[in-house]
């Protein structure tokens, strides 16, 4: 019998907090109440502040992150349109077979996994396309299999400096209310996300942003699209309705971390994430091991993927934690798999959170075979928050 806590280490879904998981305990009710209006209108203008959008449109429809990946294909493109993708970890692959089992003419820019999105090769690639024929550039924010996060104002200003109009796609399901996001100002045309990582809440939405150049190509864009129809969602949402059941519990859930968020400030909990990631990474410098980012300007404040040594088997190091400590870590995903164990640090997270991360992950690499000195990570981390939290106190920030 397992007694105590289960500690959720990975990059979603994430942990709820208890007061987003009391919100969601409410009756059912009518969908098509006069007043539904009140519980979803405001959830429109909360999440367009998130993606720090005034322009763009959002959109929820019930599903995951991979059912927004296909709204945003089928409504907005042509069979058969050309587009350029960067293939650089589990989920970027993902996408590429995605948009090719929908029929787009996918150019793929391969390159190694721990790198980030290949701005160059794009902009070389548009600068050669004088004729628009590419209709579309998809990037993976952060790439959640490889904890590494691509510079999206650098690709739009591929994209500006090539005059290219190709719709700038981003995959930002482990990067939206986590990290910095800019959909207006980085002119995103189509930003993807879902409720189970950064905003903290169960599976089950499917989240968009769409920009105005977006909405006029879902006018005239051919692919065939049933369910997710940006048409269909939009006339129905300009009241606050649904053109099919929508997941009422998540909407009280989503008004509620939403709120968190704005209390806590985007700003605050983008640094926050920011400072536990640190900490995670201060540990793992400290054990002597690698991430898979393969640089520093490319690390992930939501999720670190940790090289194990060629000897040791990551999946043991996973096994060890979930049988015997509770505690849920990534794992490899592709490739990567038995080689990687990631620990995700994102959403409802504190200091002491990712210290007991690091202490588990410690026993579980040692029983595993790593030789390290027990306590050494933790250790580093504890001082790299003493030292965030001595800062803090000089510049005169409250401690709160
Ligand atoms: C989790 C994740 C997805 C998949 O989202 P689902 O909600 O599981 O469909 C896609 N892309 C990235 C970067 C992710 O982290």
Redesign the pocket.
């Known amino acids: 019998m397992k007694t105590g806590l289960t500690h959720l280490y990975i990059?979603?879904p994430t942990n709820v907090p208890e007061a987003v998981r009391r919100a969601m305990n409410v009756p059912m009710q009518d969908m098509r109440a006069p007043d539904f209006g009140d519980l979803t209108l405001d959830l429109f203008t909360g999440m367009k502040k998130v993606l720090r959008t005034e322009k763009g449109r959002v959109m929820f429809f019930p599903g995951?992150?991979?059912?927004a990946?296909e709204a945003a294909i089928t409504n907005t493109l042509n069979p058969g349109d050309k587009v350029l993708m960067g293939r650089y970890g589990h989920?970027s692959t993902?996408?590429v077979e995605m948009a090719q089992r929908l029929g787009l003419d996918v150019e793929v820019i391969d390159i190694p996994w721990g790198a980030g999105a290949p701005v160059r090769d794009f902009s070389r690639r548009l600068g050669r396309d004088t004729t628009d024929e590419i209709k579309a550039v998809f990037v993976?924010h952060?790439?959640?299999a490889t904890g590494v996060t691509s510079n999206i104002a650098a690709v739009r200003q591929a994209l500006d400096e090539n005059f290219h109009n190709a719709l700038l796609f981003v995959?930002g399901?482990?990067s939206v209310g986590s990290l910095e996001f800019r959909m207006d100002e980085w002119e995103v045309d189509l930003v993807v996300t879902?409720s189970?990582?950064g905003l903290m809440l169960p599976?089950g939405l499917?989240i968009l942003g769409v920009s105005e150049k977006a909405m006029e190509a879902s006018k005239t864009a051919t692919m065939r699209r049933a369910y997710f129809n940006f048409a269909d969602m939009v006339a129905m949402n300009a009241d606050g309705y649904f053109p099919y059941t929508p997941p009422t519990q998540l909407f009280h859930g989503l008004r509620e971390s939403l709120a968190l968020m704005e209390s806590e400030g985007l700003d605050q909990v983008i640094a926050r994430h920011h400072r536990l990631a640190e900490g995670v990474r201060r540990g793992v410098a400290a054990w002597g091991l690698n991430l898979v980012a393969e640089h520093h300007t490319l690390y992930s404040d939501t999720v670190s993927a940790i090289r194990v040594p060629k000897d040791v088997d990551a999946r043991e190091v996973i096994r060890i934690a979930y049988e015997d400590y509770s505690t849920s870590f990534g794992s490899g995903l592709g490739p990567l798999n038995g080689k990687v164990f990631r620990i995700g640090h994102i959403g409802d997270l504190n200091e002491g959170m990712c210290l007991t991360a690091l202490s588990i992950a410690e026993i579980a690499l040692v029983r595993a075979g790593v030789p390290l000195q027990m306590g050494k990570g933790v250790g580093a981390a504890q001082e790299w928050f003493l030292s965030a939290a001595n800062a803090a106190t000089s510049y005169g920030v409250a401690a709160e």
């Open positions: 990059p979603g995951s992150g991979t059912g990946w989920f993902l996408w993976t952060n790439e959640t995959d399901v482990s879902g189970q990582k599976a499917g």
